[in-house]
């Protein structure tokens, strides 16, 4: 069975300095990776995806992901964060082929300070 | 391009009831998933339709069901609330066609159902 485990369930940073949020996947099948966030009372935003193409993906608002399979993660980051990047974020594994169920991981908190 | 429509936004119902959910689809997907989020569960799959034709479903008891009008648009339905159904209920619209790799999804702002 395919499954996701955020390693943190809240991460705080200050603007301006780096992001890093950690995702491992357990897949049997070759997977999909996808990052997607959720701002308060909004609906779930792509913010990135892994589909077995480039290793190093990047996504939206400075987001980048690399995939390693030697280490089953998916880890998130970037740069320099900004007050906006405030939100939830979820790392989500997809069933391959058998359609679009995607198995989710319980979501990191990310807050930033000023 | 209008996004995904979920209708309606907020709901309250008492336990017993039944409830209907609608989604309208970004124009020309043909997939439609709905997904239940709690904050002790997360986000869960309900279930996938495609073509008027449910192709995936996860593992939630039956009295939840849904179905897929002709032109895409998406009902669900909970039948005998239970206080345990309360929940915010996303519903994503994808372009996806019948193989391949998932593709993107486009998510709704969702329906909150409290359940009393």
């Known amino acids: 069975a395919q499954s996701v485990t955020q390693l943190d369930s809240h991460v705080s940073v200050s603007e301006g300095t780096p992001v890093l949020l950690r995702c491992n996947y357990s897949s049997s099948y070759s997977p999909s990776l996808f990052w997607y966030v959720q701002h308060p009372n909004k609906g779930l935003q792509l913010l990135l995806k892994?589909?077995?193409?480039?290793?190093l993906v990047k996504g939206i608002n400075g987001f980048e992901a690399e995939f390693k399979k030697s280490e089953t993660s998916f880890h998130l980051t970037k740069p320099s964060a900004h007050m906006s990047d405030a939100a939830e974020y979820f790392c989500?594994?997809?069933?391959?082929?058998?359609?679009?169920?995607?198995?989710f991981g319980k979501g990191t908190t990310l807050s930033v300070s000023s | 391009k209008a996004g995904v429509t979920q209708t309606p936004r907020y709901l309250i119902k008492t336990r017993g009831q039944q409830v209907t959910l609608s989604c309208s689809p970004i124009?020309?997907?043909?997939?439609v998933s709905w997904y239940q989020q709690t904050p002790g569960q997360g986000l869960q799959f309900l279930f996938e339709y495609f073509s008027e034709t449910q192709r995936n479903k996860g593992n939630f008891p039956g009295r939840f069901s849904g179905r897929q009008f002709s032109n895409s648009r998406s009902e669900m339905n909970v039948s005998t609330l239970e206080l345990g159904d309360s929940a915010l209920y996303l519903c994503a619209s994808s372009s996806r066609g019948t193989s391949g790799k998932t593709g993107e999804l486009f998510f709704g702002e969702g329906s909150r159902l409290t359940v009393l």
């Open positions: 989500v594994v997809s069933e391959g082929q058998a359609g679009t169920a995607l198995i």
């Open positions: 892994y589909t077995s193409a480039a290793t």
């Open positions: 124009s020309g997907h043909r997939s």
